[in-house]
């Protein structure tokens, strides 16, 4: 039973393109879904079966995370802003898995989330926020901010498990909450952290695969 949404960008230059190569098993990738910048919604795999697209990573307790999620191919080079017709049919589609399958909000994560350093997707250009102001993912505000030598564990609170390396964990959470923030660990990250890990810490309890 899916516990996690995945949500991805194709970095191909075109719907086709990414539609061929998610639909070749030669290629060894797939995804349940691929929204195209005009927003129409393709479905590839049938939600209750296991899709190849996420790869080597963890989110919390979870190891297979392709055996474990729901994955949602955005059509965007990666470069690009996101469509408004493309933005309105996942945030249609992401309620709706939602509803279905009981899946917090807290367990909507980019691909990024889950295997930093070696993927950026969705990337710096989507908009988090307004899934989080929608109730489709979550949006941390600052609060008092915790020591920074607490960074690493209040990461892993909140599902950031796949590395314990500060450096490739800062950028991890930057790319999601704060893209445009450069520099060193400082206190306005940990302002947004130490909320996120405190409200919505991942479920002990959820299944571990």
Not at 17 to 27: E, G, K, V, W
Request: hydrophobic content about 45%; some cysteine; aromatic content about 8%.
């Amino acid at each position: 039973m899916p516990t996690i949404i995945v949500i991805h960008y194709t970095a191909m230059p075109d719907t086709a393109a990414a539609c061929r190569t998610l639909c070749n098993p030669d290629t060894e990738v797939s995804a349940h879904y691929l929204i195209a910048p005009d927003g129409e919604i393709i479905s590839l795999v049938a939600e209750e079966m296991r899709a190849w697209h996420a790869g080597a990573g963890r989110w919390g307790g979870v190891t297979d995370v392709n055996s474990a999620s729901i994955g949602i191919e955005l059509s965007n080079d990666g470069y690009s802003p996101f469509s408004a017709p493309l933005m309105d049919s996942l945030c249609d589609l992401v309620a709706g898995i939602m509803t279905r399958w009981d899946i917090p909000a807290h367990r909507v994560i980019g691909h990024s989330d889950m295997a930093p350093g070696r993927k950026i997707d969705p990337g710096a250009r989507f908009d988090w926020q307004r899934l989080g102001r929608m109730g489709l993912a979550v949006w941390p505000a600052a609060v008092d901010p915790a020591p920074l030598d607490q960074f690493v564990p209040l990461m892993q609170r909140a599902g950031f498990t796949a590395t314990d390396d500060v450096d490739l964990a800062l950028h991890c959470f930057r790319l999601h909450y704060r893209p445009h923030a450069h520099g060193p660990l400082s206190a306005a990250d940990m302002a947004l952290l130490t909320d996120l890990a405190h409200r919505f810490p991942v479920d002990a309890n959820a299944p571990s695969t």
